[in-house]
């Protein structure tokens, strides 16, 4: 068979998503806070986008995309943008000379403008774990090369504390003796915190058992030898082993409790991000509203000043103009979208407190089972993009604030009906909370409480929820009591 080229013409069929229906995907799964990122970085590259001013706000709500105005002809976004001749006479060049008077556009004023500090400037910021050794290290009275070797174990502490090289590796990079980085190693472990610079979790209790004076006592022997089994619960197997009184094995383990596993972490500069609902559902005079919470979002409207300077004949060049118009059929799809999503999300929120208006008014053990199926087929939406306006995304009610994918779980036989499994889960938190903590419920007993509440469920769907509720097995819960 020979080998040749040629031309084809070959008809198919394609799914292509153009690039404004990938930013309107994208704004329909974002969170509220990545969302207020995207639109004022929306407003710093587009000219036609300007944010409405709290005054203007208050005054009329309904204005908000006043300034947004449908394209004539068939209003497809991706078509000719067209403006009528005569919208208002604006002095396009009255408008450039202005601001080429006073600097603008050069970015400064003309007139004794004087630039003063930034706020920046002022700024504290706090002193996290690396800063905090060196500035003990350079306290220190120690030779040159334990120094040297200091610094280099302190770059190798992570973010918990932990020394993430070993002694050979140090002695290769360095090359130093072995001795000397033994004695920088013992040098960084006397530093504060206590327990700072340890290779695994015994050492660092150790070094903490040590800098409590308690070296040689049962507490030492227990962290030294018995990890496992402490971990286990095994108290009494502790206690015949050192020939020691249960209270004085529990008086130990309450020291070792008190200790610190993870030094490093009150130095740690990880940012707390508090959750902020998407959505309020409040009731008001017995009816529920649905209230889209929009507070960090700002609120725009297309520059009538830019879309004058569009309409204005032979003022810019062919590439000029494309850039305008292309910039402003942006802003117009952006508004668009945002005001689609708006719509996504409360009708979404409003079909799940349909099928789960029993979880609103009496609790979370009334909540139903439910799938993105059954959303989907009721509002007509892809159940891919249900998935993307339930992730990420919170509500708050009267029961408390909960994720919207929350309220999708699957079900479980019972007597009266099939359960939700998240119902289901929160009754097995409840039962545990309320065990005996000397006499902890076992899977099997927990199974047959239950089947008392009409609800069926193995021991092994049992045992997978409880994992992933993080609740340990029995054995592991049991506290002797002194």
């Known amino acids: 068979m020979a080998l040749e080229t040629r031309l084809e013409v070959k008809l198919s ?39 409405l001013a709290d005054e203007v706000q208050e005054a009329s709500m309904d204005d908000t995309h006043g300034e947004v105005e449908k394209p004539e002809g068939n209003g497809d976004i991706e078509g000719d943008v067209e403006m009528p001749d005569t919208i208002s006479t604006y ?72 020394l993430q090289a070993t002694t050979e590796e140090l002695v290769n990079v360095l090359g130093l003796t072995e001795e000397t980085v033994i004695k920088a190693i013992a040098l960084v472990q006397r530093f504060d915190p206590m327990g700072i610079g340890a290779r695994n979790i015994k050492e660092c209790l150790l070094i903490q058992v040590k800098a409590l004076r308690l070296k040689g006592t049962l507490v030492e022997k227990i962290v030294q030898n018995n990890l496992e089994d402490l971990e286990k619960n095994k108290l009494a197997a502790i206690a015949k082993q050192y020939n020691a009184a249960l209270e004085d094995i529990h008086t130990a383990v309450h020291i070792i409790e008190g200790l610190e596993p993870k030094p490093g ?108 199926r059954i959303i989907s087929e009721e509002l007509g939406i892809h ?28 079900s479980l036989s019972g007597d009266e009906g ?22 902890p419920l076992t899977d099997q007993k927990i199974v047959e409480i239950c089947k008392n509440k009409n609800i069926n469920i193995a021991r092994r769907t049992l045992a997978k929820y409880r994992e992933e509720l993080k609740i340990p097995p029995h054995t592991k819960r049991k506290k002797q009591h002194m």
């Open 13 to 51: 069929q394609k799914l292509i998503l153009t690039p404004q229906l990938q930013q309107a995907i994208k704004l329909l799964q974002m969170p509220q806070l990545e969302l207020s990122q995207a639109i004022n970085q929306e407003l710093v590259e587009n000219p036609f986008l300007e944010e």
């Open 91 to 162: 002095a396009v060049d009255d408008y450039f000379d202005e601001r080429g008077s006073d600097g603008r556009d050069l970015g400064y004023f003309s007139s004794g403008y004087v630039e003063k500090p930034g706020f920046e400037t002022f700024l504290t910021s706090t002193t996290g774990l690396t800063e905090h050794l060196k500035w003990q290290l350079d306290m220190t009275n120690a030779s040159e090369d334990v120094k040297e070797a200091a610094e280099m174990i302190i770059g190798n502490i992570d973010e918990n504390g932990y």
């Open 265 to 372: 972490r009150k130095f740690s500069t990880v940012q707390v991000s508090y959750v902020v609902p998407d959505v309020y559902v409040d009731k008001v005079d017995g009816e529920y509203r649905i209230i889209l919470n929009d507070d960090s979002i700002p609120r725009l409207r297309i520059s009538s000043m830019y879309k004058e300077l569009l309409t204005q004949k032979n003022t810019f060049d062919k590439t000029d103009k494309q850039y305008l118009i292309d910039k402003y059929k942006s802003a117009m799809w952006l508004l668009r979208s945002l005001d689609e999503r708006n719509k996504t999300i409360y009708r979404v929120t409003e079909s799940i407190m349909k099928y789960q208006m029993d979880f609103f008014e009496k609790g979370v053990e009334f909540l139903r089972p439910l799938n993105l």
């Open 383 to 410: 159940e891919s993009n249900i998935s993307r306006v339930t992730s990420n995304k919170f509500i708050s009610c009267a029961h408390g604030m909960f994720p919207l994918k929350y309220f999708f779980s699957s």
């Open 418 to 439: 099939n359960v939700s499994s998240t119902s289901v889960k929160d009754l097995i938190k409840t039962i545990v909370g309320e065990e005996d903590s000397s006499n």
